[in-house]
């Protein structure tokens, strides 16, 4: 007989002190551990009032609990569940009392999710949306990890996958009874019709402008420009929270800062890229080194340049709208204002502005000619804002035209099946082998066409998790936290 299963247990919510914390017991101990800590086992399914009690015998809480027989449970096991008080000392009595069951062991990361997994109740497409589910931050991003989360992708995969292996059946069959001309008679032409029918199916289903994955990651937009020029000061303004550092010193923002933001419903990244520049010191040419990466891997990149310096430099970002911010025009207005970190003489501005121009210039010349890839039609791609990130002159209009660009960048009428790069590829090598069956020189040869149906199968198998898990379970698992 296989060994009995660890019985794994976590608290499931979130951080403690909370007016409820909710623990989890999973595994074929969990009626012994439900009954040892509160003298019973409830209905299936109906909470029940409970007097949870410890090793000595001491009432530890009084909460609700729960019981799931197997199969009928989240993970497929039996499952308890105890609705505590969330208060600290709470929970960690419970926690104990539940660590000295024998058979007992507190839960890794992601493991309810995983035996979930392995008892069949979710595909691996459904834990991804699972765990955007957990991670969605905005409606958009929500609708979708629900719809991939209830099989939008993974059903979808299965019938592909169903009809490719009985395709696959009929090439057997031809392959087998190949001496009996009358029985085999044609059974490949159904077979490559079936063929046929998935290339455009899965075409059609990979030619969706990367929108699914856009839309969970969020438009990201690097604010890069040379040092001082206010762009720690312009992210602060967008996310409205102090979250990068600003400095009147050059060079400060040595790192990459990451901002998350609800713009309209529509998820935005902020990127403050280090004051890019060249440098000797090795602390900050890595710091250069990440923001340029950064800035050319970013959706759109906001290059903000001081409007009342002479300085000119070109944007590091490449094939990617860039939208130029002249910022501190509150100095060129008034230059009494100055302050130390952008003191100039008054002479200056006007060799600010025509500088100013001339960048201007060279970014617009440089984006008409290169074109955009894979971006969809916008003509927001040669922006120019004047603004001012300390007074919030010109900073509406910015702020609109950067909602107006997440929406065109992420907005699309269908849901999307393909989110992660994952799913791009399998997909991709289903219907690379698929190609390869329809070659006109596999004619004939039904043993190199039914090999190239079982490499599409075996794709699509990858997708849903039902073939090669084990090398990727731990990347997908690895992102869910411990009570999941
Ligand atoms: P970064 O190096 O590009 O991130 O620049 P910071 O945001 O750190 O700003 C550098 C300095 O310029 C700070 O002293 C800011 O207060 C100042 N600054 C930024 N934006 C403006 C602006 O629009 N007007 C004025 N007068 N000062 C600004």
Same mark, same amino acid.
């Given at each position: +007989?296989?060994?009995?299963?660890?019985?794994?247990?976590?608290? !499931?919510?979130?951080?403690?002190?909370?007016?409820?914390?909710?623990?989890?017991? !999973?595994?074929?101990?969990?009626?012994?551990?439900?009954?040892?800590?509160?003298?019973?086992?409830?209905?299936?399914? %109906?909470?029940?009032?409970?007097?949870?009690?410890?090793?000595?015998?001491?009432?530890?809480?009084?909460?609700?609990?729960?019981?799931?027989?197997?199969? @009928?449970?989240?993970?497929?096991?039996?499952?308890?569940?105890?609705?505590? @008080?969330?208060?600290?000392?709470?929970?960690?009595?419970?926690?104990?009392?539940?660590?000295?069951?024998?058979?007992?062991?507190?839960?890794?990361?992601?493991?309810?999710?995983?035996?979930?997994?392995?008892?069949?109740?979710?595909?691996?497409?459904?834990?991804?949306?699972?765990?955007?589910?957990? +991670?969605?931050?905005?409606?958009?991003?929500?609708?979708?990890?629900?719809?991939? *989360?209830?099989?939008?992708?993974?059903?979808?995969?299965?019938?592909?996958?169903?009809?490719?292996?009985?395709?696959? #059946?009929?090439?057997?069959?031809?392959?087998?009874?190949?001496?009996?001309?009358?029985?085999?008679?044609?059974?490949?032409?159904?077979?490559?019709?079936?063929?046929?029918?998935?290339?455009?199916?899965?075409?059609?289903?990979?030619?969706?402008?990367?929108?699914?994955?856009?839309?969970?990651?969020?438009?990201?937009?690097?604010? #890069?420009?040379?040092?001082?020029?206010? %762009?720690?000061?312009?992210?602060?303004?967008?996310?409205?929270?102090?979250?990068?550092?600003?400095?009147?010193?050059?060079?400060?923002?040595?790192?990459?800062?990451?901002? @998350?933001?609800?713009?309209?419903?529509?998820?935005?990244?902020?990127?403050?890229?280090?004051?890019?520049?060249?440098?000797?010191?090795?602390?900050? *040419?890595?710091?250069?080194?990440?923001?340029?990466?950064?800035?050319?891997?970013?959706?759109?990149?906001?290059?903000?340049?001081?409007?009342?310096?002479?300085?000119?430099?070109?944007?590091?970002?490449?094939?990617?709208?860039?939208?130029?911010?002249?910022?501190?025009?509150?100095?060129?207005?008034?230059?009494?204002?100055?302050?130390?970190?952008?003191?100039?003489?008054?002479?200056?501005?006007?060799?600010?502005? *025509?500088?100013?121009?001339?960048?201007?210039?060279?970014?617009?010349?440089?984006?008409?000619?290169?074109?955009?890839?894979?971006?969809?039609?916008?003509? *927001? !791609?040669?922006?120019?804002?004047?603004? !001012?990130?300390?007074?919030?002159?010109?900073?509406?209009?910015?702020?609109?035209?950067?909602?107006? @660009?997440?929406?065109?960048?992420?907005?699309?009428?269908?849901?999307?099946?393909?989110?992660?790069?994952?799913?791009?590829?399998?997909?991709?090598?289903?219907?690379?082998?698929?190609?390869?069956?329809? %070659?006109?020189?596999?004619?004939?040869?039904?043993?190199?066409?039914?090999?190239?149906?079982?490499?599409?199968?075996?794709?699509?198998?990858?997708?849903?998790?039902?073939?090669?898990?084990?090398?990727?379970?731990?990347?997908?698992?690895?992102?869910?936290?411990?009570? %999941?």
């Amino acid at each position: +007989m296989p060994a009995e299963r660890d019985t794994i247990f976590a608290l !499931s919510s979130g951080r403690p002190p909370a007016a409820i914390a909710v623990v989890r017991i !999973s595994g074929p101990r969990a009626g012994d551990a439900l009954k040892r800590l509160s003298g019973k086992i409830p209905e299936p399914r %109906k909470a029940a009032l409970a007097r949870i009690r410890g090793a000595d015998n001491e009432i530890i809480d009084e909460a609700l609990a729960l019981w799931f027989p197997a199969p @009928h449970s989240e993970t497929g096991e039996d499952t308890a569940e105890l609705q505590l @008080h969330g208060g600290r000392a709470v929970i960690a009595a419970t926690l104990a009392a539940l660590g000295k069951i024998e058979g007992l062991r507190p839960a890794e990361a992601g493991e309810f999710t995983r035996r979930a997994f392995e008892n069949g109740k979710l595909d691996l497409t459904a834990v991804e949306g699972l765990a955007d589910l957990v +991670m969605a931050e905005t409606d958009g991003q929500r609708r979708q990890a629900l719809r991939q *989360m209830q099989g939008l992708l993974g059903n979808r995969a299965e019938t592909w996958r169903d009809r490719l292996i009985r395709a696959l #059946a009929l090439i057997e069959a031809r392959i087998d009874f190949s001496d009996e001309a009358d029985v085999a008679a044609d059974l490949v032409t159904p077979a490559l019709h079936a063929a046929r029918e998935l290339v455009s199916e899965i075409e059609a289903a990979l030619a969706d402008g990367h929108r699914g994955e856009r839309l969970r990651e969020g438009l990201v937009v690097a604010i #890069a420009g040379p040092p001082n020029a206010g %762009k720690s000061t312009l992210l602060n303004r967008i996310a409205r929270r102090e979250a990068a550092i600003v400095s009147p010193y050059a060079g400060t923002t040595r790192d990459v800062i990451e901002v @998350h933001l609800d713009l309209g419903g529509l998820p935005v990244t902020l990127l403050d890229t280090a004051g890019i520049r060249d440098t000797d010191d090795p602390v900050e *040419m890595e710091g250069v080194r990440r923001a340029r990466e950064r800035a050319e891997a970013a959706d759109l990149v906001l290059w903000v340049v001081d409007a009342s310096a002479p300085e000119s430099t070109r944007p590091a970002a490449s094939g990617r709208p860039v939208w130029v911010i002249r910022n501190k025009i509150d100095l060129v207005r008034q230059p009494d204002k100055r302050n130390e970190s952008t003191l100039q003489s008054d002479r200056r501005s006007e060799a600010t502005f *025509m500088a100013n121009e001339r960048l201007t210039g060279m970014v617009n010349q440089r984006l008409t000619g290169s074109p955009q890839r894979n971006e969809p039609k916008s003509d *927001m !791609s040669e922006q120019i804002f004047i603004i !001012s990130a300390v007074t919030g002159e010109g900073f509406d209009a910015l702020l609109a035209q950067l909602t107006r @660009h997440a929406d065109s960048f992420l907005a699309g009428a269908e849901p999307a099946l393909v989110t992660r790069a994952r799913h791009r590829r399998a997909l991709e090598d289903a219907l690379a082998a698929l190609r390869r069956a329809l %070659k006109p020189e596999l004619a004939g040869r039904e043993d190199l066409l039914a090999e190239e149906l079982r490499l599409a199968a075996r794709a699509l198998g990858r997708l849903t998790g039902r073939v090669d898990v084990e090398d990727i379970l731990d990347v997908i698992f690895r992102d869910f936290c411990i009570g %999941k």
